[in-house]
């Protein structure tokens, strides 16, 4: 047989649903709620074939810009020879969810707030957190 390179092809263990984790998909998954600007992950669900994402997507963090009815629009970046695009996928809800990649940035965003008024009213410097980039 010829070398296949179909949309879905080298996607075996990529697509599979998760040990115990097989079945219909949980209605918490369509009860979660989408706005343009938030930040979210695409894990591409095997078990719905609509609006699946194609398999580079899968993994990538992306900034929603467009939601509808049952799927959103989002912005991915996506590395091209020496340079990046912007890609814009439409994806259904049952492949993305919201990412905790900010978690720890908004947590230390509070803790140096925190820090600088408790300082203020003290009136000496405070050291604040900084990952350094």
């Known amino acids: ?6 949309l879905r092809a ?26 343009v600007g938030d930040i979210v992950d695409i894990k591409a669900n ?7 994402p194609h398999k580079f ?10 939601v509808t009815k049952s799927s959103v629009g989002i912005i991915v970046n996506k590395q091209v020879g020496n340079r990046y695009i912007e ?4 994806i259904r809800v049952e492949h993305i969810k919201h990412s905790n990649c900010r978690l720890d940035f908004l947590r230390r965003v509070k803790a140096n707030a925190a820090a600088k008024k408790e300082a203020k009213e003290k009136g000496g410097m ?7 980039s």
């Open 1 to 6: 047989m010829p070398h296949s390179f179909g």
């Open 10 to 35: 080298r996607t075996r263990h990529l697509f599979s649903r998760d040990f115990r984790a097989k079945g219909p998909v949980k209605l918490s998954t369509y009860l979660k709620t989408y706005k």
């Open 46 to 52: 095997g078990a719905i074939h609509k609006g699946m």
């Open 57 to 66: 997507y899968h993994g990538k963090t992306g900034i929603i810009y467009n």
């Open 87 to 90: 890609k814009r996928v439409n």
């Open 126 to 132: 405070c050291r604040i957190e900084d990952d350094g």
